[in-house]
C-alpha cells in the first residue's frame, strides 16, 4: 500500500530503503517510512514549527478562540511524527498559552493589562475562557470596538466635510458648465479649488478662472494702447498750439 501511495523521489527514497531492509515486516516497514519522513522534511523541521507558531501564528476571523486552542493542541500532538521529534516534543502548557495570547487580537491583550489578568498565573483553560469574554462582546456589539469607533469617528469627519461644502458660497451656473469639462480627469487626484468649492480641478486647470485672465488681459491691453495714442496725439496737438501762439 505505502509503495502504491508513494511518487517521484519519496518513492525512489522508499525502494532504496525497502532494499537496504530486506525482508517486508512491520519493523522494517517503519523503518522504511521513517527514512522516507526524514528525507521528505526539512533540517530542524521541529524547531522551525515551533518557531513559526510562537512568531506568526494568529487566530483566524471566522475561528474562534475555542476552536482555536483546539487546533494548537492538535497541533501539539503532531510534533511525535516530526523525524527529530525525539522523546518528549510536545509543548508545554505555558509555551501552548504563550502562543494562543500572541496569535489573539491586540485589543483582547490590552483587556489583560486592564483587568490586570497575567497568562502566567493561569492555565490555558483559564486563558481561553477569559478570552472568549470579549469575543463574547465583539459578537453582541457588531465587531472590534476600535474599528467601530474608527468607523464613526471617519463618517462624522466625512459628514462635517461635506456640510462645509453645502454652506460654502453658490456656484454659477455658467461656472459649473465650465468646470465640467475636467471633472472626469481630474477626480478624486487630492485637487481642490475653493471658489467653485469644487475637488474635481484646481485654479490652474479652471476654464473658467483662464478665460477671465485672457479677457482681463484683452482689456489691459485695448486700455494701454488707447493711451498710449492718445499721449502722442496730445503732444502732437500741444506743438501746434505752441507754434501758433509764438507766431
Not at 157 to 184: I, M, Y
Not at 185 to 191: A, D, E, I, L, V
Not at 198 to 203: C, E, L
Request: with cysteine.
Amino acid at each position: 500500500m505505502a509503495h502504491t501511495l508513494l511518487r517521484g523521489d519519496a518513492l525512489r527514497v522508499f525502494n532504496r530503503a525497502a532494499l537496504e531492509a530486506g525482508m517486508e515486516t512491520n519493523e522494517h516497514l517503519q523503518q522504511v517510512m521513517n527514512a522516507v519522513t526524514k528525507h521528505v522534511f526539512p533540517r530542524c523541521t521541529l524547531a522551525k514549527q515551533k518557531r513559526w507558531m510562537c512568531r506568526q501564528l494568529h487566530k483566524p476571523k471566522d475561528m474562534t478562540v475555542r476552536q482555536y486552542v483546539t487546533a494548537i493542541q492538535e497541533m501539539n500532538q503532531d510534533f511525535k511524527y516530526f523525524p527529530d521529534a525525539g522523546d518528549n516534543p510536545f509543548l508545554p502548557e505555558d509555551e501552548m498559552a504563550d502562543v494562543v495570547e500572541a496569535g489573539c487580537p491586540t485589543v483582547w491583550q490590552r483587556e489583560e493589562l486592564i483587568q490586570g489578568f497575567d497568562a502566567m498565573e493561569h492555565s490555558l483553560t483559564e486563558l481561553m475562557e477569559f478570552f472568549e469574554c470579549p469575543e463574547s462582546a465583539e459578537q453582541l456589539c457588531g465587531g472590534n470596538p476600535n474599528q467601530t469607533e474608527k468607523s464613526n469617528k471617519d463618517r462624522a469627519d466625512a459628514n462635517s466635510h461635506k456640510r462645509g461644502r453645502n454652506q460654502g458660497a453658490q456656484v454659477p451656473a455658467k461656472s459649473q458648465r465650465g468646470c465640467q469639462n475636467h471633472s472626469s480627469k481630474c477626480k478624486r487626484q487630492g485637487k481642490w479649488y475653493t471658489l467653485h468649492e469644487s475637488d474635481s480641478h484646481d485654479v490652474t486647470e479652471c476654464e473658467v478662472f483662464n478665460v477671465q485672465i485672457e479677457s482681463m488681459k484683452a482689456s489691459h491691453k485695448t486700455k494701454y494702447n488707447r493711451n498710449l495714442h492718445g499721449g502722442q496725439h496730445g503732444s502732437k496737438n500741444a506743438s501746434i498750439q505752441k507754434d501758433k501762439t509764438s507766431s
